[in-house]
């Protein structure tokens, strides 16, 4: 029996991953070999998709990126074998990108069956919640408190101080709720997890229950998403009725696509029903959250990494990573890069580092001239601050932001004028409009910087644009207000050449690139 590996992840499916399974079966059929398909989630080398492994007795052998009039020839160099074809890679945890790589969150991905809970447990699923049950509520959030485990939502905030204040806080009732509400443009490692290893969340929210006292969780999720969907309903289907989780129950909730309701509050109120909009804090949502309730309202990956964390120990994991910034951040590289895809690694990597060593520097070949972090609302960087350390703090003393992870590149062809305009349409577009700062200003963010692009008056309106964006940062009910400020001044700050006046500007003449620098 041949056994052969295709991921069923999105991005794999997007160019021609099904195609290839199909073929693989079809051609395997034709030449009499008895063979299974397993459907993976991917191992997060994009531009090697669809990668294509199969089982030999000295371990996995993968081929990619694997197209479906490859496959004939795939089986003619003796593909059951692992034998030698241009597609070759060998064994895929020995290539460079992935062995570089310490997977904690993602350990499984590309791996397991993420539609058999047999296959999750032979790779040490339900370990983490056996653990938390040995343990019990008070030693399970020291375990996460001591492991430094940080908000991978973007806000960063520790995730035990705030399982413990939802322990701490009287109710009737409390709720785990999952924001998997991934809106950030270059991001998609919610995504991977709940297509390549949706029981690690569940697990991960079992824990969470468990540590403060809730007895219902939610997963919040979005309708762009209906693959990823299908994938945790489908391991949720298979839990439930499993009866792992006990008296602990979940349910999957989708949402109608609102960026703002990735923000923690406006997905509360989506969640009950209501309309999106952001509600006023204090109350945090730890202590009045969900229907009223205690709540603990954690990202994918937060709740995903709670299992390895109790699995090994809190101290294991605050072993790795720098500073504040403890453990591993999923870093996820897009745009114009040579090497998309997810990279796992600990905190306290170089931007240069991720950027040139680990992405490849640009795909188009061109000088990188800047790089955005953190999503549609975090700060450019030029390559001039590619020393600066991947990590919270770091960042924030750059005026910028990890975010949810993202890391999107562009050349030395991208107008940044244009950049900092789209961040105040994106910010007019996505308000809920509770507040005038972000509903109004935004609006007239997107007026005033195409008033610089046209060359009207450019000192004055590049004036009022920073004022706008102070009012922004400091009056906004939310980070949509709150951090559409973070492109816009960091794109004037350091491009000030894209907006100066249209017959003063440097056209394709652009500072000197960082050379060397960007490598460590």
Not at 4 to 14: E, I, K, M, T
Not at 33 to 38: D, G, N, R, S, Y
């Amino acid at each position: 029996m041949i056994r052969l590996f295709v991921p069923g992840d999105s991005a794999a499916v997007a160019v021609g991953a099904d195609k290839v399974a199909r073929a693989l079966a079809g051609e395997a059929a034709r030449r009499g070999l008895p063979a299974e398909i397993v459907r993976t989630g991917s191992r997060g080398l994009a531009w090697l998709e669809p990668l294509v492994e199969v089982e030999t007795p000295g371990g996995r052998i993968a081929y990619g990126p694997v197209a479906p009039g490859d496959v004939a020839a795939l089986f003619d160099a003796d593909l059951a074998r692992g034998g030698a074809h241009a597609l070759r890679i060998g064994p895929p945890e020995a290539h460079p990108w992935l062995a570089a790589q310490t997977r904690i969150t993602f350990a499984r991905c590309g791996v397991v069956d993420p539609a058999s809970l047999s296959d999750y447990r032979a790779h040490g699923g339900f370990e983490g919640l056996a653990r938390a049950r040995g343990l019990g509520p008070a030693k399970t959030i020291e375990a996460v408190t001591a492991s430094g485990l940080r908000g991978r939502g973007g806000a960063g905030f520790p995730a035990g101080v705030k399982w413990k204040t939802v322990a701490d806080a009287p109710g009737d009732s409390k709720y785990i709720v999952c924001n998997a509400d991934e809106g950030d443009s270059g991001t998609f490692a919610d995504r991977m997890i709940l297509e390549g290893d949706p029981f690690v969340l569940i697990e991960g929210m079992a824990i969470a229950g468990l540590a403060v006292g809730a007895r219902k969780g939610f997963v919040y999720s979005r309708s762009e998403y209906p693959h990823a969907n299908r994938a945790f309903q489908r391991a949720l289907d298979l839990v439930h009725a499993d009866g792992e989780l006990g008296a602990f129950d979940i349910e999957l909730r989708v949402g109608a696509g609102a960026y703002v309701c990735g923000e923690e509050t406006s997905l509360l109120e989506s969640l009950e029903g209501k309309r999106g909009q952001v509600r006023a804090k204090p109350p945090l949502p730890a202590h009045r959250g969900l229907f009223g309730r205690p709540t603990v309202v954690n990202n994918v990956l937060t709740l995903a990494t709670a299992p390895w964390i109790l699995t090994h120990g809190g101290e294991a994991y605050a072993a790795l990573g720098t500073g504040r910034s403890r453990g591993t951040q999923p870093i996820q590289l897009a745009g114009n890069v040579k090497h998309p895809g997810l990279y796992e690694a600990p905190f306290g990597l170089t931007l240069g580092r991720i950027v040139m060593a680990i992405g490849g520097g640009t795909a188009s070949g061109r000088p990188v001239r800047a790089v955005q972090c953190g999503g549609p609302l975090g700060a450019y960087f030029p390559v001039a601050l590619f020393d600066t350390v991947y990590d919270y703090e770091a960042f924030a003393a750059r005026d910028g932001l990890i975010g949810h992870g993202g890391v999107v590149v562009f050349d030395d062809t991208v107008d940044m004028a244009v950049q900092a305009r789209f961040a105040f349409e994106f910010c007019a577009l996505e308000s809920c409009g509770k507040c005038t700062p972000c509903r109004i200003g935004s609006v007239r963010g997107v007026e005033t910087i195409q008033k610089v692009i046209d060359g009207v008056d450019v000192t004055a309106n590049l004036e009022l644009v920073e004022d706008l964006c102070h009012t922004l940062k400091f009056g906004s009910l939310c980070a949509l207000g709150g951090f559409t400020p973070y492109p816009v001044m960091s794109a004037i700050t350091h491009f000030p050449e894209d907006f100066r006046a249209p017959d003063t500007r440097l056209g394709d003449i652009r500072p000197p690139q960082g050379g060397e620098q960007g490598l460590e």
